[in-house]
């Protein structure tokens, strides 16, 4: 399995998504219970809307697809802090992907403060947090930043959409 996942993070690098949403599909369809494939497909559905045709995305029902697999996560991964990063992260950016605005902005962070809660240690959900609250110009958040730095640096080191995305976005700049 991490063989096919790492073929597919391949495909992506190459922008070949049409081919890795294929090979998506068919992994996830047998491995639903395994953090990092879900964790991949979900990002990938969401992060796509930039990089393909929209035609595509009506093709492959991405919206439908992308609310169905965060339901299917929530269902079996809600006590996984990477999990409530993430779908906190990427429904703060676009709420309505996920359905009525002011409900998902409420669950974005919700799911940022559960991952937060349930790892009270680490940098990254802190700085994100902090980040996304009204305190986002506070020393508390400059001091989030710079102490997430690191963490961002060597936890998103690898390949891939999810990586590649992160990496840029989370190394907040001075």
């Known amino acids: 399995m991490e063989k096919e996942l790492i073929k597919i993070i391949e495909l992506e690098n190459n ?92 669950k974005s962070s919700e799911l940022l403060a559960k991952a937060r809660n349930l790892e009270p240690y680490n940098d990254i959900y802190e700085m994100v947090y902090i980040g996304n609250s009204e305190n986002s110009n506070s020393e508390e958040y400059l001091n989030a930043k710079n102490n997430a730095k690191p963490k961002v640096i060597e936890k998103y080191k690898g390949s891939g959409l999810l990586n590649e995305y992160f990496k840029q976005v989370l190394i907040r700049k001075e």
């Open 15 to 106: 922008r070949k998504f049409e081919l890795a949403f294929k090979e998506y599909v068919e992994l996830y369809s047998r491995n639903k219970n395994d953090f990092e494939v879900w964790k991949n497909f979900f990002f990938f559905l969401w992060v796509i809307i930039e990089e393909m045709p929209k035609e595509f995305s009506e093709k492959i029902e991405r919206e439908k697809k992308l609310k169905e697999m965060f339901e299917e996560g929530l269902s079996i991964f809600s006590q996984n802090p990477e999990f409530n990063f993430i779908t906190g992260y990427v429904m703060s950016i676009f709420p309505y992907e996920f359905g009525d605005f002011i409900e998902y902005e409420r």
